[in-house]
Structure formats: C-alpha cells, structure tokens
C-alpha cells in the first residue's frame, strides 16, 4: 500500500516512462485493458505509444479501452468531447479495434458501463492525471470513496481550468459522467501523472495531508499498485 513516488526531470521523461510501462504490459499481456484519461497530461504517452506502434513495436489489436469520464450533452464529434480528444490523439492513429474502445454515456445506463468493465476482467492499467483540486476523472472533491461511474456536476475550479480548450467560456458543460473513486481503486495498477507548477501544491497535498474527501486523488493511498510519475516542477519535494 501506498503512493511509489518516482521524481523525473519534466514532461518528457515524465511521457517516456509512463509510456514504457505501458508498453511493457501490451507485452506481457496483449489483451490488456486499459483505462485512459484525456487533459494534456497524458498526451506526451499517447504520442509516444503511437510511435511505437508505427515503429511495429506495439500491436493494440487485441487492447481493450475503457475512458475515465466524458462531458454530458456534447456530441462524439463535437471537438471538445473526449471520444474527439481520444479518436484524435491515440485511437485513429493504432490499430485498435473501435469495438473494444468504451466511454461512459448519460445515456447508456451507468451500470452497464460497470459491468462492461467487470466482463473485459476488469481494467489492467489505469492513467490518471490530477485536476487542481486534486480531482481525478471528474469525482470532484466531497465525492464518496465508495462512489460508482455517475453523472456529476462539475466545480468552478473546473469549468474554468477546462474553459482554455473552449472558445467561450459559457461552452464548457456543467455535468459530466465519470468512473467512480471505487470503480478507479478496482484497476490492478495506476499510473498517476502529475505535470507543471500549477500541480504543485495538490501534488504536495496528496503527498502530505491525510486521505480525505477534500483530495479525491489521495483514496489512491489505499491502492496496492499505485505509481505517481511526477515532474520537478509539480514536485514540491
Ligand atoms: C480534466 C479531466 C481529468 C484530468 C484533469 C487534469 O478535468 N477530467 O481526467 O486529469 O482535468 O487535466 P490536465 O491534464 O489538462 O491538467
């Protein structure tokens, strides 16, 4: 139990490590699932995963995906969507197959999403990256330890970190669906990734203050594979 803190120089090397343990498990397990995050955190990873499929080192056809969270009332091909964000950045660019690629709908019934994940044999390796606020997916804090994949409504802190990628503030959506606290400590191993001083001082809070409700990300405390790749300047260490 416990966070394994690993301190690396900056975003890249935060992404080439990140990307070699993931790679690795393709390896060692060609049908791995894995649970995906979207932000610009983990897009240095998606990069270099594409590269290693285009240098034949990776083969994702046998990966399954299932994708943290999803804003409501956007469409697929709306380009702030998240199915956008990920078709763009990883899945367009692999030979996955489209059919084993998940995310959570309003709309589909919650529990189903549950259950797919639970009938894949449940997530391998879950990225996480880690909101200001210490949110990971979109379980804002106050959200239950015990909680499941359900719609939320999101913090101001939230709708204006995420404004940057809207043209008009008033476009980001207010609700979003995301896995649970419980649904994410179900993943066998996490990968937390933690990237530029704006994530010091959550990152200082999940390293230092006691596990509660007002840091999400520090239920991960409890998990018994959890790894936090972080950078010098989100390193208050
Ligand atoms: C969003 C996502 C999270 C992500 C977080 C951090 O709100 N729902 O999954 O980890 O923001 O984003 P970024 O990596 O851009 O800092």
């Not at 056809?61 to 956007?74: H, I, M, P, R």
């Not at 199915?83 to 489209?98: A, E, P, R, T, W």
Request: hydrophobic share 40%.
């Amino acid at each position: 139990m416990g966070i394994k803190r690993v301190a690396v120089s900056g975003y890249q090397e935060m992404s080439d490590r990140a990307a070699l343990l993931v790679i690795q498990r393709i390896k060692e397990k060609p049908d791995l699932v894995l649970g995906l995050a979207t932000g610009s955190t983990p897009l240095g990873l998606y990069e270099r995963l594409v590269e290693s499929y285009q240098q034949g080192e990776t083969d994702f056809s046998q990966v399954a995906t299932f994708n943290l969270d999803e804003y409501c009332g956007l469409s697929k091909n709306h380009p702030q969507s998240y199915q956008y964000f990920m078709d763009k950045h990883l899945f367009s660019l692999v030979n996955i197959d489209c059919r084993q690629v998940h995310f959570p709908q309003e709309n589909d019934g919650l529990d189903k999403y549950e259950q797919k994940i639970k009938d894949t044999g449940g997530v391998d390796v879950q990225i996480l990256g880690i909101g200001r606020n210490g949110h990971i997916g979109f379980n804002e804090p106050g959200s239950a330890f015990t909680s499941r994949t359900r719609v939320v409504d999101l913090t101001d802190v939230t709708i204006k970190d995420n404004a940057r990628f809207f043209a008009r503030p008033e476009e980001v959506p207010r609700r979003a669906v995301t896995m649970g606290l419980a649904t994410i400590m179900d993943a066998k191993e996490i990968l937390l990734l933690a990237s530029g001083a704006s994530k010091a001082s959550v990152v200082e809070r999940l390293m230092t203050e006691k596990q509660s409700v007002d840091v999400p990300a520090s239920i991960l405390w409890g998990h018994p594979k959890i790894m936090l790749i972080v950078d010098k300047e989100a390193d208050g260490n």
